[in-house]
């Protein structure tokens, strides 16, 4: 292959790289986001639940407080490591 | 339905910037028109027994027949060496492949292009029409326009989710086994909740608040531009709103297509899950 077909070559590989690098960004960045929503809400509803059954309303703001904590704690435990971005992702040889 | 139609009410569908805030002006004495939940609520072009035809709906069904004539005329006669539309339409296809398929779903996901290049299209001319002069409105800052797009998506990927790796395969996979046990327990309902509810809310709700918002920036400073232009030194503030209304135009035009590029490639990752086990 001449060289200049080698120089289009790495460079669409970039630009397959960059988009690849883009939609995995998206993912994790809105995973971690939906991540601590959903700590949240859960047991925030938890928290409610309880909260209701033994008549003790500071239990529903203790909830959401825990559950964000988890939320953070298994963020970091997942996301938080160098290279654990790209062990997270799916594996396969034609993306 | 009794299928009879009934003209309720003048055009509401170009409803100007002054004809917004009733044209007020700062030398009127009304005060400034701030724009508010109003400005999204549109009287029914015409009504059909209870059917209210509005504006969003009009502009719903003008996007639809946009994506679909672009396409048919590109490719209802392709010829092998593409010129003019069929150009056009062969760039926009390559580029969903090759920015948003491809790099989540690889080649094996070539099957989901025609949905994802529709899906792409339709969002993207339906959040541009923000900026075309007479509709002047995203259809998409109504969010009832974007929950059957979500819909449609949620229940694509769960089906392809159950298909490939079956029910007990599914819910198996979407559970994070590398970390202890006791842990486990307490994720769990972290997980399912935010695959169940929040992964689809948050795709929904994104492009509705970007959408909303956008409008709303504009909405703002246009009405201010007006508002403000008097012979007096607030012709300077009027001046001032008018760089900010060519700003936020330039910022929405950028937008339109990023949200569009967002709930797509958001939607590829989510089928790619589908298709394999992420964990």
């Known amino acids: 292959m001449s060289s200049t077909g080698k120089e289009a070559v790495t460079r669409v590989d970039r630009r397959a790289a960059a988009a690849q690098g883009r939609a995995q960004g998206l993912d994790i960045g809105w995973t971690v986001f939906s991540y601590l929503i959903a700590g949240m809400l859960a047991y925030g509803a938890i928290g409610w639940l309880i909260g209701r059954a033994v008549r003790v309303a500071l239990l529903f703001p203790i909830g959401m407080l825990i559950g964000l904590a988890i939320s953070i704690g298994f963020i970091i435990y997942r996301y938080g490591k160098q290279g654990a971005v790209d062990a997270a992702s799916p594996e396969g040889d034609d993306r | ?279």
């Open chain 2, 1 to 279: 339905m009794t299928g009879d139609v009934q003209v309720v009410a003048a055009p509401a569908t170009m409803k100007g910037a002054a004809e917004v805030g009733g044209g007020c002006h700062i030398r009127s004495g009304c005060g400034y028109p701030s724009p508010g939940l109003d400005s999204f609520n549109f009287r029914p072009l015409f009504t059909i027994g209870s059917f209210q035809f509005t504006k969003p709906m009009l502009i719903a069904v003008i996007c639809v027949i946009i994506v679909i004539a672009f396409f048919w005329a590109a490719f209802a006669k392709p010829k092998l060496v593409p010129r003019g539309v069929q150009n056009l339409g062969e760039i926009g296809i390559l580029a969903v492949r090759d920015q948003i398929l491809r790099p989540s779903l690889g080649k094996r996901g070539d099957s989901y292009l025609p949905f994802l290049v529709a899906l792409f299209f339709y969002i993207w001319v339906m959040n541009l029409m923000e900026l075309i002069p007479l509709f002047q409105f995203p259809a998409m800052s109504r969010i009832g326009f974007v929950w059957p797009l979500v819909f449609l998506v949620y229940f694509l990927y769960l089906y392809v989710g159950f298909k490939n790796q079956g029910f007990p395969g599914y819910i198996k996979n979407m559970i994070p086994w590398d970390v202890p046990k006791f842990v486990l327990i307490i994720l769990i309902p972290i997980e399912l909740l935010r695959f169940f509810v929040v992964q689809p809310f948050t795709l929904g709700v994104r492009l509705f608040a970007n959408m909303f918002a956008g409008h709303l920036l504009l909405l703002i400073f246009t009405l201010a531009t007006w508002y403000l232009a008097t012979v007096s030194v607030s012709l300077l503030f009027a001046a001032g709103s008018f760089v900010m209304v060519i700003f936020v135009t330039l910022l929405e035009l950028l937008i339109d297509l990023l949200q569009a590029f967002i709930f797509t490639t958001l939607t590829a990752v989510y089928i790619a899950s589908s298709l394999e086990a992420a964990h």
